[in-house]
Nanobody, 121 residues
């Protein structure tokens, strides 16, 4: 149905920036809310940012507010996560996920393979 592929991760120094991309297959991409979830070694999965079907509503974890920006381009079947002022505690594998409907909810599907973000100090 929907296949998600993340890219854009890498190694960056504290204070730097990265832009993650998630490309999706399927013509129904614009029907779903999308989100980024991250997991660091030994830590629980953490919701980072999400947005509804057309990007008119966005949601952020308190830890990234003011630093990260989530956006989407439905014509390109792509969701982005612009990460600025990166901190070592942002180090994690970042996953792209979709909701089961047009708005943010508790259930996420079609996890991608993830992209590693490493922030050095």
């Amino acid at each position: 149905q929907v296949q998600l592929v993340e890219s854009g991760g890498g190694l960056v120094q504290a204070g730097g920036s990265l832009r993650l991309s998630c490309t999706a297959s399927g013509r129904a991409f614009s029907s779903y809310a999308m989100a980024w979830i991250r997991q660091a070694p030994g830590k629980e999965r953490e919701f980072v940012a999400g947005l509804n079907w057309n990007g008119s509503r966005t949601y952020y974890a308190d830890s990234v507010k003011g630093r990260f920006t989530i956006s989407r381009d439905n014509a390109k079947n792509t969701v982005y996560l612009q990460m600025n002022s990166l901190k070592p505690e942002d180090t994690a594998v970042y996953y792209c996920v979709r909701s089961i409907g047009p708005n943010i909810g508790p259930t996420w599907r079609n996890w991608g393979q993830g992209t590693q973000v490493t922030v050095s100090s």
